[in-house]
């Protein structure tokens, strides 16, 4: 016997057997068991997620032998002639390979004669989308006025494209993107009916895959079956896909949070070895970080039960919220560096190294927080207009004479930075620039520039509005380039005080008693950077 892939065996013939579109199915239901069917329907959403599907449910509904309703019977010579796509009065229409006026003029001639077995003739025009506008213009008139034994279903992924005039026409539902728990829960109903062995992890990659399309996560699933034999294992899926491990992963994020340089890049040369996609490996990581954020800042929703949510409870308590959006932005930001970089890896350990630069206690050489080794960089585009003018960044001026440059005349930059409540990125920029002068309106910052891509709209705008509010006036931003680095910072002020606890800290190990003595009994010695001050 033929093998049938599965999203065609699994295909929905019934209005609640669709999986993810309730509100589509209710609007369609109650009119079809109320009389109250209109004459156009447009289907849109992405690919895969129900709308054919949908379309030719619904012509069953309308013309099953048993009476219309929303629960066709499915055992008619209708439904069954539906079901196999052979129903006379269901005419589907590929608008991608006929988009021109002499086949919709073909549609138009026939649509005025009466269906040949059925109450009404459907026509199913899928990718409308792709008709040419004479085709459109053709198709109006009987679109507006047709015949009553005639239904338009029309389908399609972009509908931007669609003349107004056709889109006042119809009646539009707008189809979700499916989330990928409801893809991974079906995808195991599937499985167990067919007796297929898998594992739960499996699964869970292949819905995260599918991207939304119910379609486009069981095609993934008969090309795990194929690579693993008829049978559904997580490390199969993860080499087919070029994924990784959440557990690696998660690695990454403890790695940041422990501020070790050395073990991030030991992670990341891990996840390299199984040759992934490094794109989708930030995607992931961006969804840890949500989950963490989510348990950082929205506690009263119910947390998540994977095998590792003890891990992220633990990385909710240590991490700011505010270093978690600043990973998070680069993450997500980083998939484009990764097209540009010499090699993906490069660029993908570029972005992990640029959370690390960021980070506020981080790296195993006691140089966290620090402005990496100056270096040229591109100034950020200029702004277009407003409160701020962070580019092009003019070379480092001396200090301005009389107000404009004294400090017992200039506000106390850490003090107006906690005053203005900065966080997240405009922290970040803040606490590595520092207070050069203030003239009239306008505030004028050192910034290293290292720094110097986040001095970039419509970030800066926003934070001279932030500023503006502490000080009680309006002022504008104006960030001053540095080649030589920028000291006195905020963030290097923390960084040195950072530096000096950490000191005493492996001092008074040294300096223990206790210490001393394990030493000199066992020839032991304390691992470099495994001290860590206690919490003040």
Known sequence: MTYQVLARKWR???????????HVVRALSNALDTGRTHHAYLFTGTRGVGKTTIA???????????????????????????????????????????????????????????????????????????????????????????????????????????????????LKFNLKRLLPEQIRAQMQRILEAEGVAFEAPGLGELARAADGSMRDGLSLLDQALAYGSGVLKAADVRAMLGSVERSRVLGLVQALADGDGRALMERSGEIAAFSPDFGGVLNETADLLHRIQLRQLVPQLPADEGDDAPALDQLAKRLDPQDVQLYYQFATH?????????????????????????????????????????????????????DSNPAPMP?????????AGDNDGLP?????IERAQLRGPMRALAINARLHSLQHDTLELLLDRSHAELAVEPMTSQMAEHISKALGRKVRLRFIGSEDGVDDTPAARAEQQRRHIQQAAEQAIEDDPLVQKIKRDFDARVVPKSVRPLDS
């Open 12 to 22: 929905p013939r019934r209005f609640y057997e669709l999986v993810g579109q309730e």
């Open 56 to 170: 030719r449910i619904f012509a069953k509904s309308l013309n099953c032998e048993q009476g219309t309703s929303a629960d066709p019977c499915g055992e008619c010579a209708v439904c069954t002639a539906v079901d196999e796509g052979r129903f006379v009065d269901l005419l589907e229409i590929d608008a991608a390979s006929n988009t021109g006026v002499d086949d919709v003029r073909e549609v138009i001639e026939n649509a005025q004669y009466a269906p040949t077995r059925g109450r009404y003739k459907v026509y199913l025009v899928d990718e409308v989308h792709m008709l040419s506008r004479s085709a459109f213009n053709a198709l109006l008139k009987t679109l507006e006025e047709p015949p009553p034994h005639v239904k338009f279903l029309l389908a399609t992924t972009d509908p931007q494209k669609l003349p107004v005039t056709v889109l006042s026409r119809c």
């Open 334 to 386: 980083g998939r484009a560096d990764i097209n540009l970089a010499p090699d993906a890896r490069t660029g993908f350990e570029m972005v992990l190294l640029r959370m690390l630069a960021f980070a506020p206690q981080s790296s195993d050489d006691g140089t966290a927080g620090q402005s990496p080794e100056t270096r040229p960089v591109p100034a950020p585009a200029p702004a277009k207009s407003g």
């Open 395 to 403: 070379p480092s001026p001396p200090p301005q004479a009389g107000n």
């Open 412 to 416: 106390d930059w850490e003090t107006l």
